[in-house]
């Protein structure tokens, strides 16, 4: 059997082991290839999302100057919603309280011109009884003087007794005629008095629903601040979230699903 010679085997192995080398050297080749392929495609993914975060960042922005510009209007309309509630309120106590006034004013002036006509009546019944006394003595006189039936004493008491008694008459309807006149106008003063505190009852009630409205708007705004914010674009989703004046966005690519996380 024809043997070969150290020589060519040993150039056999050293080609052997060139080859495994170069094989070793192109596979370590590769794999930092694919690593830096990878890199530049996770780097690339990183760009992409953190655009995404900044575009994101950007309408949010420009989302909480028209929400400042919102709660600025809300506000200051709450605050003339509050200070008309005040007014209307005050405006109605003063309005109760002088109609309180008008009519202990009218039952005291009704009570002294009813005490009045309660002295003329009783002046009246005293008249009245005098007059029933000067019957009996004037009887009594025209039986003394049967011949002289119409005495000038007689018809002088008689006169002034009827002066009196139409006199007396006349106070007393005359002050019956101011108790009238002032019930008419209390009543009238009272009609206009309910007007007035109806429609200040409802201008009020129509001040409170307006301003329940502009403080649920308030409440609506701040909550809408604090909420957590979502983006779409054609490239992924953005969650955005601020805390204490920290945004924390979170993206998701939609080619390869990646999450990124970036704080502003």
Known sequence: ?????????????????????ILLLYQLNLQLYQAQVENVITMEGALKAESLALLALALENDTKAEQREQSQSASKSLEEELSKEKELSQNLKKLEKNQKEKEAKFKNSKREKEATIDDLLEELHELEMKFANFDVIAYDRDIVDEEDSSSPLAHAEASDWLANYEDLIQQIEHEQMEVQALKEQWDQERLVG???ADQLKKELKETQSAKADKRQEL????????ASKYYRFNLGEVKLKLEEDIWYCQVILDNNGESYQFTY
Do not use: G, V, Y
């Open 194 to 196: 309910h007007k007035e």
């Open 219 to 226: 409440n609506h705004l701040n909550e809408q601040s604090k």
């Open 1 to 21: 059997m024809k043997q070969t010679s150290p020589k060519r085997a040993s150039i056999f192995l050293t080609s052997l082991s060139c080859f495994f080398t």
